[in-house]
């Protein structure tokens, strides 16, 4: 797959380049590459960044970052199948759990929330930090969901971390995840309350919180290009009648100065 010009490689975090190391130089030159364009793309084009995860993977199977990197590109692509097997490569690459919730994730997508359940209570969870305690939560709030049991799903969620009032990486997240169960539950008051605190702590707007909150309020939001779009169109008919209307007094003029001419005969 093409690399643009001004992709070096070097964009990489150190520890990546670091893990390269061990391949011989070109080599690990073309995967940090091929790992730029991963991260680059994944947001916006999932299935590119798989594209270039799998080239990278072709190359160096045997570096943990590599399966990693495979794993959340196939992950954002929802194949959910070789995302698992990839975080779990790269898992016993290197032993750390950190990819523990995301794994149970993939479960979930693969439709066995049962199993993401089983994940969530597994001794692993201890080893993560908060950060990953509350993605785990997040998961198995999700998977509750999954088989039907709002209530337990709320419960779920309900911990020192949602009632914390400081904000936290993770704290838009676990807000919105919260009022979208609420909602789910009927629960609407309660609901909008906490989607009004996703907002609040959602600085980088990594939730919809503020569509959802005004769509309980009422609220609808208008597209300014249809706006615009409806006031061209508008005025090409209304410009198309005025031309119209112009001919007419043409035409009404030339009637009376024939009149006119008549009276004089």
């Given at each position: 797959m093409p690399i643009p010009e001004d992709v070096s490689g070097f964009e990489l975090d150190k520890d990546v380049l670091q893990e390269l190391q061990s391949l011989p130089k070109g080599l690990a030159e073309d995967v940090a590459k091929n790992l730029v364009m991963v991260a680059r793309l994944i947001d916006e084009d999932a299935e590119g960044a798989y594209g270039y995860a799998k080239v990278a993977l072709r190359l160096a199977s045997r570096v943990a970052a590599v399966r990693e990197a495979a794993g959340f590109a196939a992950y954002a692509s929802q194949n959910y199948s070789e995302a698992l097997a990839e975080f779990r490569?790269?898992?016993?690459?290197?032993?750390?759990?950190?990819?523990?919730?995301?794994?149970?994730?993939?479960?979930?997508?693969?439709?066995?929330?049962?199993?993401?359940?089983?994940?969530?209570?597994?001794?692993?969870?201890?080893?993560?930090?908060?950060?990953?305690?509350?993605?785990?939560?997040?998961?198995?709030?999700?998977?509750?969901?999954?088989?039907?049991?709002?209530?337990?799903?709320?419960?779920?969620?309900?911990?020192?971390?949602?009632?914390?009032?400081?904000?936290?990486?993770?704290?838009?997240?676990?807000?919105?995840?919260?009022?979208?169960?609420?909602?789910?539950?009927?629960?609407?008051?309660?609901?909008?309350?906490?989607?009004?605190?996703?907002?609040?702590?959602?600085?980088?707007?990594?939730?919809?919180?503020?569509?959802?909150?005004?769509?309980?309020?009422?609220?609808?939001?208008?597209?300014?290009?249809?706006?615009?779009?409806?006031?061209?169109?508008?005025?090409?008919?209304?410009?198309?009648?005025?031309?119209?209307?112009?001919v007419a007094d043409r035409d009404d003029s030339g009637a009376d100065e024939d009149a006119e001419d008549a009276d004089e005969k």
């Open positions: 490569a790269a898992r016993r690459m290197t032993g750390r759990a950190e990819l523990w919730p995301v794994m149970a994730d993939c479960e979930r997508g693969l439709g066995r929330p049962e199993k993401a359940l089983d994940m969530a209570g597994e001794p692993e969870v201890q080893k993560l930090d908060k950060a990953g305690q509350v993605e785990m939560r997040l998961v198995a709030a999700g998977a509750r969901r999954d088989m039907g049991q709002l209530d337990a799903a709320i419960v779920t969620l309900q911990s020192p971390e949602l009632a914390s009032h400081s904000v936290q990486p993770w704290t838009a997240r676990l807000r919105y995840a919260y009022a979208d169960a609420l909602l789910a539950a009927g629960r609407e008051d309660e609901a909008r309350e906490w989607f009004a605190k996703a907002v609040e702590s959602d600085k980088d707007g990594s939730t919809d919180a503020s569509d959802r909150l005004a769509e309980l309020d009422g609220v609808e939001f208008v597209d300014a290009f249809d706006d615009e779009d409806d006031d061209a169109e508008e005025n090409e008919s209304t410009g198309g009648a005025g031309g119209t209307s112009e």
